[in-house]
């Protein structure tokens, strides 16, 4: 038996996570995510691809077992509602309850950028998505699931989080058919902190892990070292008038970067603005309040004193502001500046060297943030129409929510599966970390591009039972054993193996419709109705007799 892995998203590139897992006959789609640096045909997986790899079918609601989401972000949720409501999946879908609360925020703010703001083609209504939601069945973390008879799911915490924040409802997946397990990590941090632990995981035996690989040549360094060159670069900007800009999506970093300014404005006694962009983060923070349970010991702590939502000098932006005299600082939507009103803001703001453009986290490739991140550009073309004169200052700071290189090796040995598989990074890095889990700890590792299948085997347990009398010869013979070497610890195996580590032997009897057992020789024969037979064998060995040895034998044979 093989664990099939097609590979439909995240192959050796970031964005639009989606990979469809076979395991004892059970289809599995982790993830169903869009890529925000495309505008075409590969903005989503290629879904035809899972009817093409299962032809006993012909709709996807019979190809798939299950949907599993493993948090909110667009590039691993942004699909859902064109698979479900366009290609006319039905079956059922999971994901835990904050993903579930927060995802059609995250679906619709996008689907009003790319409709209302940038004209696209619609690819879902607003209307789907609420059909799409009200199909996903919720779960908590370390609750285990019964999909079908035969498989079997349960979430972890995946530690997916910024400084103080986690990603509300990040999990980590496993899933398990049969004799054949295998863990889909999402996207994961196992870097604690003094508000956050690591990703919390049981040490499980596994077949397959398949791991996000976003920084798998970075080790990064210290939190508090990132938080302080964050508000060291933000003040410096508005302390000399300038206005300073950070493109974030809704929900998870923007409310982690707000916490983090709220509390220096409070200290720093400082009355510069800060604003949100749009109403949408408002909305978002509302959930984080009720969803307060899901946060960390350290923001739940506070919360019997004060809401860390609640936040003192935060407030909401009027598109008017924009070319207000005077400092401030700007989260707008949506992060990587992929469109949307921080591509607008940018636009104005990028033109003067007194402004700030802070990139909080890993931009994808074809969006504005990775040109930015690229180098120092002068001039970016927007379109063929129009382009921005870049003057302003660049900065980049890795507030990502993704584990580094230490923490997936990290994770990889503590949970040592036979074989591995790296998605979600790109190509380059991911050869290196291949050859750092194979030579470190041994075990196969793969990164596959998109649309490419990975064949995993699995090893098969077999449960045997034993006659009494197998068992008893076992006892005598260990007991033996262990006088004649005490130091020596032996394994029981059947014949076949050298004699000084072999304890007993036996015959493993399998039939048909009856578990296998295995018996001793004697026991053997006497089901059989049979007794025993010995031959007796000679062997002839050729040899080659030099002549002078042969006259000798000559000679002693003529005597």
């Known amino acids: 038996m093989a664990i099939e892995c097609?590979?439909?998203?995240?192959?050796?590139?970031?964005?639009k996570s989606c990979v469809v897992v076979t395991i004892g006959g059970k289809r599995i789609m982790f993830d169903c995510g869009m890529h925000m640096g495309y505008h075409d045909c590969n903005r989503y997986p290629d879904f035809a691809r899972i009817l093409a790899a299962a032809p006993e079918t012909t709709d996807f609601t019979s190809a798939i077992s299950c949907v599993i989401i493993t948090h909110f972000h667009l590039d691993h949720i942004g699909a859902l509602p064109y698979f479900t409501e366009v290609c006319g999946y039905h079956g059922p879908i999971y994901m835990t309850y904050p993903t579930k609360a927060l995802a059609p925020l995250m679906l619709e703010d996008y689907r009003k950028v790319m409709v209302d703001q940038r004209g696209e083609e619609e690819q879902y209504s607003y209307e789907d998505i609420l059909r799409c939601m009200k199909k996903v069945i919720p779960v908590d973390l370390k609750q285990t699931i019964q999909v079908n008879r035969d498989l079997v799911i349960r979430a972890y915490y995946a530690g997916h989080y910024l400084s103080k924040l986690k990603v509300l409802g990040a999990a980590m997946v496993y899933a398990k058919v049969g004799d054949a397990a295998m863990v889909y990590t999402g996207d994961y941090n196992m870097t604690p902190d003094r508000h956050l632990g690591a990703a919390q995981i049981e040490r499980l035996k596994l077949d397959l892990l398949i791991t996000e690989s976003t920084y798998a040549k970075t080790i990064r360094d210290s939190k508090h070292a990132r938080e302080r060159e964050f508000l060291k670069a933000v003040?410096?900007?508005?302390?000399?008038?300038?206005?300073?800009?950070?493109?974030?999506f809704a929900l998870g970093r923007a409310q982690e970067l707000c916490i983090l300014l709220d509390d220096y404005w409070e200290r720093m006694n400082l009355k510069i603005p800060i604003y949100f962009s749009a109403g949408l983060t408002i909305q978002a923070n509302m959930y984080y309040k009720m969803l307060i349970g899901w946060t960390s010991q350290k923001i739940k702590d506070s919360y019997t004193v004060q809401n860390p939502f609640d936040f003192k000098h935060v407030c909401h932006f009027e598109r008017s502001f924009i070319n207000d005299p005077g400092p401030c600082v700007l989260f707008a939507t949506?992060?990587?500046i992929s469109g949307g009103f921080s591509l607008e803001v940018f636009k104005r703001w990028a033109t003067s060297d007194k402004n700030l453009v802070t990139l909080p986290g890993y931009c994808v490739a074809g969006t504005i943030g990775h040109k930015l991140m690229s180098g120092k550009p002068t001039r970016i073309d927007i379109d063929k129409d129009t382009h921005v004169d870049v003057r302003c200052q660049i900065h980049q700071l890795s507030f990502s929510p993704h584990t580094d290189s230490k923490g997936i090796m990290d994770l990889t040995e503590f949970l040592s599966p036979?074989?591995?598989?790296?998605?979600?990074?790109?190509?380059?890095?991911?050869?290196?970390?291949?050859?750092?889990i194979e030579s470190e700890l041994g075990m196969s590792c793969y990164y596959p591009a998109n649309n490419e299948t990975v064949s995993i085997p699995t090893?098969?347990?077999?449960?045997?039972?034993?006659?009494?009398?197998?068992?008893?010869?076992?006892a005598a013979l260990q007991a033996r054993d262990s006088l004649q070497k005490?130091?020596?610890?032996?394994?029981?195996?059947?014949?076949?193996v050298n004699e000084d580590e072999r304890l007993a032997e036996g015959i493993l009897l399998m039939e048909k419709s009856k578990a296998p057992k295995i018996l001793c020789e004697d026991e053997f024969l006497k089901?059989?109705?049979?007794?025993?037979?010995?031959?007796?064998?000679?062997?002839?060995?050729?040899?080659?007799?030099?002549e002078a040895e042969a006259a000798i034998v000559d000679d002693l044979t003529s005597e």
């Open 486 to 496: 005490s130091d020596l610890i032996s394994s029981i195996h059947l014949s076949g």
């Open 235 to 248: 003040h410096k900007c508005v302390s000399e008038g300038g206005k300073v800009l950070i493109p974030t």
């Open 6 to 15: 097609l590979v439909l998203g995240a192959g050796q590139e970031v964005g």
């Open 334 to 336: 949506p992060g990587m």
């Open 527 to 546: 089901l059989l109705g049979t007794d025993r037979h010995s031959v007796q064998f000679e062997p002839l060995l050729p040899s080659r007799i030099e």
């Open 418 to 436: 036979n074989h591995v598989i790296l998605v979600h990074g790109e190509k380059p890095q991911m050869a290196f970390l291949k050859d750092r």
């Open 459 to 474: 090893t098969q347990n077999m449960k045997i039972s034993a006659t009494e009398k197998f068992i008893t010869n076992c």
